[in-house]
Structures are given as structure tokens and as C-alpha cells.
């Protein structure tokens, strides 16, 4: 097993971490004594580490988790909002932040597993909707407390959300701002594995290293068929440029010739 290596980036804050393994890029929420709620300076941080995720060509898989084993995220820190979220000026510049770090997830052509453990809420639930993958162990809890704050949710993650579950289940979830029990959000598409607390990394661990192992064109290919899909107008002259570039790769070659030899083959995403 490949050790974990950090990755030796700069960071505006202790609260988040980024680390390499292997094929592998894990970025993880690093403010348990919050119970990982996302400061203003843990987002600054998010925009650098998927930066470097996304130009690292040897990085095919990103795994969002947080620490302490208690919570996934489970907010934003309201803590800042009385400096940072009280007035038209100050919203606007965390509104702005919010929206960096939401585009940035969207840049990310790389697969992105949330390991999820404990509370994820509100901001939390948010981030979890940014991942292709959520395994989620079976203590976890989901909801949006918006209602409870008198908070506004984005369209973008209320469109997410419905995505995944329907609308009304989102209703269900907003209106009554409940805790969602991790089999509940099994059954309801929220997530997509749920597996016991103690086999949750080495699941995630053997999900990521199966995705980093396959051919990454393809599976680059795949998540932007499905992401295209999903949208009113879809740009299918991209979806198809993507797949015919598996077809003319290295990659393509490598994986025949690795079939007829009875081999594992060794993709280099060319």
C-alpha cells in the first residue's frame, strides 16, 4: 500500500488537508472541534488544492472526507457570519467565494468520492452533491437546516438535490430541515453505498483505487456523458470529441493488446 504523501501546498488554513496517494488526491475537512464547518479560509484552501488535483495528470480520483470520524461537514461556520455574512458587502464577497469554489468542482473531469461519516448538513450536504460517488457509513445523518437559520439554498444545490432524489423528497428534506438517517438516504438515491463505520475507508480506499486503475479517457468520457445528460442543453458535440478520444488513444491500444495477453493493462490516460 502506497503511503499517503502531503502535497506540499501552501495553505491559507490548518482546517483543510491534501494529501497523495497513488493515483489517489484526498482533500479532507480538517476542523473537527466545529465538526468541520467550512470557514471563509477553508474555501480559499478548497480553490488550491482541486487546482492542484486537477492539474496533476497523475492524480485520476479525488476523495473528500472529513476528520475526527463525527461529521462529514456539517455546515458552513456560522460562527463567521456576524464578519463575514451580516451585510449586502460582506454576503457579496462570501457569495462570490461560495460560487469560486462551486465552478471549481464543476472544472474537476476527475472522478469525486465523498467518504462520509457522521453529520453532513447543510454546507456539508452541499459538498457531498458536488462528489460523482457518496459511501456513506451507516451512522452518517444528511439534512439542510436552512429552515431552521432562515438561510437561503442555492438553486444550484436545490437542482442538485432534486437531481438525486426527486422533488418531493427535496420538499420533504427543506421544508421540514429533519435529520435523514443514512439508510433512509440509501433507499431515497441520496447515496450511493452505505456500509459500516469501521469498513467505511477501506471501502472507499478500494472504490478509488479500482477507478484509478481503469482507463481514465473512459471513465473522463463517462462523467461527462452523465454530467451533459443531466442538463437542459447538452453539449453533445463535447461528449462526443471525449469519446472519440478514447477511440484514437494509447490507451485504446493498450487495453486490446492487454486483453489478448491475458495481463493487466497499464492505462497512461493517452
Known sequence: MT???????????????????????????????RRNAISFEMRQAILMILDDFIADDDIRVIVIKGAGGRAFVSGS??????????????REIYDALSAQVNAKYDEVEKPVIAMIQGFCLGAGLGTALQADIRIASDDSQFGVPAANLSLGYSYRNTKKLIDLIGP????DIM?????VPADEALRMGLISRMVPADALEETVRDVAATIAGNAPLT????????DEA???????????????????????????TAFMEKRKPVFRGK
Not at 471513465?219 to 452523465?226: G, I, P
Open 3 to 33: 503511503d499517503r504523501i502531503d502535497a506540499g501546498l501552501d495553505l491559507p488554513t490548518p482546517n483543510m488537508i491534501a494529501e497523495k496517494e497513488g493515483g489517489i488526491g484526498w482533500m479532507t475537512f480538517n476542523n473537527p472541534e
Open 77 to 90: 461556520d456560522i460562527s463567521q457570519f456576524a464578519t463575514h455574512r451580516s451585510t449586502p458587502e460582506q
Open 168 to 171: 418531493a423528497a427535496t420538499k
Open 175 to 179: 421544508f421540514t430541515a429533519r435529520r
Open 219 to 226: 471513465v473522463r468520457s463517462v462523467k461527462a456523458n452523465v
Open 230 to 256: 443531466l442538463k437542459e442543453t447538452p453539449d453533445i458535440t463535447r461528449c462526443d470529441a471525449l469519446v472519440e478520444a478514447c477511440m484514437n488513444s494509447e490507451d485504446y491500444k493498450e487495453g486490446r
